[in-house]
Structure formats: C-alpha cells, structure tokens
C-alpha cells in the first residue's frame, strides 16, 4: 500500500482517488501525461462530469497540476497533468 499512502489518507472522494491512480498509472518518468477528459471518463465507466470534478478536487488539494496544451492552428488540445508527488 506504500506507493498511495498520501492518497488514500487524504479527505478526497473515491472519484478522485481513481482518476489519480488512472493518471498516475499513465505519467512517464517526469511524472507527467495527456489523456483527455473523454478518454478517462470512458476507460473508468465515469460521466466526464465526475472525471472533470475529480480533477478538480485533485487540482485543489494539491495532488496535480494542469497545463491547457495548444494545437499550432491554436485549437485547444487535451491538458497536461503532472502529478505532484511532494505530499
């Protein structure tokens, strides 16, 4: 159980909880990855409502960060998410 500790212990809802360890199981060495909202909310059965409150709750607590990535016509592409392993 070491490895999610932090999140386990935190006061967050199981919504946010999944999409951590769904984000987390996809960063790269520098911790980071791009899955877009449609893609979580399909691959954890969840409304891309939920996927887009849990991001939030995570963004909030301090667990993640998000970055908009951009096309180069300037069309907005899926985000960046770096997770925040300090805590």
Same mark, same amino acid.
């Given at each position: 159980?070491?490895?999610?500790?932090?999140?386990? %212990?935190?006061? #967050?809802?199981?919504?946010?909880?999944? =999409?951590?360890?769904? @984000?987390? +199981?996809?960063?790269?060495?520098?911790?980071?990855?791009?899955?877009?909202?449609?893609?979580? %909310?399909?691959? #954890?059965?969840?409304?891309?409502?939920? =996927?887009?409150?849990? @991001?939030? +709750?995570?963004?909030?607590?301090?667990?993640?960060?998000?970055?908009?990535?951009?096309?180069?016509?300037?069309?907005?592409?899926?985000?960046?998410?770096?997770?925040?392993?300090? @805590?």
């Amino acid at each position: 159980m070491g490895y999610f500790n932090s999140i386990y %212990a935190a006061d #967050l809802p199981h919504r946010a909880v999944a =999409v951590y360890m769904y @984000l987390k +199981d996809r960063t790269n060495k520098d911790g980071v990855c791009w899955p877009s909202i449609k893609t979580i %909310a399909r691959e #954890l059965h969840l409304s891309r409502a939920t =996927v887009q409150r849990a @991001l939030n +709750d995570l963004c909030a607590a301090g667990y993640l960060s998000k970055k908009n990535r951009w096309r180069e016509n300037g069309g907005c592409t899926s985000n960046l998410y770096k997770i925040c392993d300090s @805590l």
